[in-house]
């Protein structure tokens, strides 16, 4: 027997190291990270070239007498007439929990100097989507700790949801202030040790962003103690444009593990604008024909086939989901942009980011009336729905008044009651960003506007009063708030707690 | 230089006229060639460059290259050119070469597909391994 194992390991060996077949091919012109290769006859779309010194390339464009390769990596190395050969395989990246904590790049090696990443199990950059069967409705949600959101525009685990806006108008801030929330909400479902428990991991794609500004959300995370359950994928403005490219793919893939794996996973891409600007360079590079504002014809399918990959699978698949967040910068508040309107017929719904509100003083600076989520009250606990069910329309009705307001004394009781309470629900949405507010807070919170507690304090006093009654209720009626979280509805018993508890607040209130 | 569609389409026609059961014609090669040359239709330098092209990746497909360390004997050389044969079909131009460095064994390229089975890479392999 013994004799027979080393004989077939020996045939093993053999086979291993023997005559091996490859497929090869000459670099026959290299400019601006794209290789011009001639021979090659054997390699297929997307894969994997090898060009040495442990660069490697994607075969992009087969052509009759030769291949295009977008390259990744150093491409300064590479000279003309360099022999390449074809791997087999497609790009993959590492993925699993090792990766959470760290900063990767684009071919999922660390960045952040922290040794190297342990991960068994690679996944495939370019996936096709969960097929329609596989799929199950929205009906779990993310909350993002920002009240206007889970407020009005709730976002379900699996959705997509975009964050639009111009430049410096808080998109960023609204996901990674949804990333700490996420990671306060694990710590305390983990510390309860709920079994239904489902932690809800973070991955952010940098994409063409300023390093200094990577380095900043990244300290914001760690100073949260957001890190251990998020992954940050990083291709900055100084790497190759085909590190851009793939970039919000590899994150992706990353995400699809924990998709695939019964659990849930947020994917942030920051920002999907710069990424078209980096596949219109790869294209023109390649000589691909051009279309709408030098953009190639098929940079809706870029988009639409990366976003499809956010899902919520069935239970017969996992259960898993991974809900999408892309954010889209718009020149001049321009939704009808190219790139912006192709996103926005892909995705679930849009948070729309306005400067005006900005400026004067509304952040986040949601436009109420022209953000949507299509998955609505179906992903919000039943508490939200109890509360906030009127409060979108009471703002829309104060939009309609807000050019009576300057007359103030003139109008009737009733117009007059819509205008106040209008103001007063503004400031209550107005919150400082990297300070996300707990569910049951805003529950309580919203129940207290609703229940008209606000309605005698002066406009310019209510956001003292909301900060002083959100601690109250958390230092000393945190049974009550543990209660709504449980609960995750407004019963008798809870409302009556809660009416005496805001009522008790209000009479210490100066 | 920029060869355009017409041109590329043109060479193209040219280059499958000059194909006899699939493999080229050097005669009708030169022929096309000097005619091309001879009656300067338009844009003829872009359809010959494109043309020379095309024949230039055809020859680099029939040939095979075997490089070995010693000269092989003649026996080996027959069969090795039988075998190439029966796999890529006929028309091929099988050269031979020595190259010291591959230390033992043989290194056979045809077209894009190299068969190496020299010692020098599979000591490389075995480095790499490590």
């Known amino acids: ?510 | 230089m920029k060869v355009t569609k017409q041109a590329r389409q043109e060479a193209k026609q040219l280059f499958r006229g000059c194909t006899v059961n699939g493999l080229l014609d050097e005669n009708r090669v030169r022929q096309v060639v000097q005619q091309v040359i001879a009656q300067k239709p338009r844009g003829y330098v872009a359809i010959l460059s494109r043309f020379q092209r095309l024949v230039k990746l055809d020859i680099d497909r029939r040939a095979a290259k075997v490089e070995s360390a010693v000269p092989l004997p003649p026996e080996i050389e027959a069969e090795v050119g039988k075998n190439l044969s029966r796999i890529y079909g006929a028309g091929l131009q099988v050269t031979f070469s020595q190259d010291p460095t591959l230390i033992g064994g043989l290194r056979v390229q045809v077209g894009s597909d190299v068969y190496d089975g020299s010692v020098r890479t599979r000591l490389n392999n075995l480095q790499e391994s490590f």
């Open chain 1, 1 to 510: 027997m013994s004799t027979l194992l080393q004989e077939i390991e020996a045939q093993i060996t053999g086979v291993r190291t023997g005559v091996t077949k490859q497929n090869v091919g000459i670099v026959r012109e290299i400019s601006d990270g794209v290789a011009k290769i001639e021979g090659l006859t054997d390699v297929m779309l997307n894969e994997m070239i090898d060009f040495g010194h442990n660069v490697t390339g994607l075969a992009l464009n087969l052509e009759e007498t030769e291949v295009g390769a977008i390259i990744l990596g150093d491409y300064t190395e590479i000279k003309q007439g360099q022999e390449v050969r074809t791997t087999g395989k497609l790009l993959q990246v590492p993925v699993g929990k090792g990766l959470l904590g760290r900063v990767v790049n684009v071919l999922g090696q660390p960045v952040d100097g922290k040794g190297p990443i342990k991960s068994e199990v690679s996944y495939p950059v370019e996936k096709i989507a969960p097929g329609i069967i596989k799929r199950k409705s929205v009906n779990q949600p993310v909350q993002t700790g920002i009240m206007a959101i889970d407020a009005m525009i709730p976002i379900g685990r699996g959705q997509r949801e975009l964050i639009i806006g111009d430049r410096s108008t808080g998109k960023t801030t609204i996901g990674v202030d949804t990333m700490i929330n996420q990671a306060r909400i694990n710590r305390e479902g983990e510390a309860a040790g709920d079994k239904t428990f489902r932690p809800l991991y973070n991955i952010y794609v940098a994409v063409g962003q300023k390093q200094s500004n990577i380095a900043r959300v990244i300290s914001v995370l760690e100073e949260a103690g957001a890190m251990p359950y998020t992954i940050v994928v990083t291709a900055s403005a100084s790497d190759s444009a085909t590190n851009q490219y793939l970039a919000p793919f590899a994150g992706a893939a990353m995400g699809e593990w924990f998709m695939d794996n019964g659990m849930d996973a947020l994917i942030i891409f920051d920002d999907l604008s710069k990424h078209a600007v980096a596949y219109r360079q790869v294209s023109l590079v390649l000589k691909r024909p051009s279309g709408r504002e030098a953009y190639p014809g098929d940079v809706f399918y870029l988009h639409s086939r990366l976003l499809e990959r956010s899902a919520r699978v069935s239970e017969k698949y996992g259960n898993g989901s991974l809900t999408a967040l892309p954010i889209i910068e718009t020149q001049l508040g321009d939704v009808s942009a190219y790139i912006p309107t192709n996103v926005i017929s892909i995705t679930d719904g849009q948070i729309y980011l306005e400067t005006d509100l900005f400026y004067q003083g509304v952040r986040p600076a949601i436009s109420v009336g022209l953000s949507v989520s299509r998955v609505g009250s179906a992903a919000q606990i039943k508490a939200m729905k109890q509360v906030a069910g009127r409060v979108k329309l009471e703002l829309a009705q104060f939009r309609e008044l807000a050019a009576f307001a300057q007359f103030g004394s003139d109008l009737d009781a009733k117009t007059q009651s819509q205008i106040e309470r209008g103001k007063r629900i503004v400031e209550i949405f107005k919150q400082p960003q990297y300070k996300p507010i707990p569910v049951e807070l805003q529950v309580a919170v919203l129940w207290a506007g609703q229940n008209s507690y606000f309605d005698d304090v002066p406009v310019d006093r209510v956001k003292e009063f909301q900060t002083k009654l959100s601690e109250f209720l958390t230092t000393r009626k945190s049974e009550l708030m543990g209660k709504i979280l449980k609960e995750k509805a407004l019963n008798d018993a809870i409302t009556a707690e809660l009416k005496a508890a805001v009522t008790e607040f209000k009479q210490t209130f100066k």
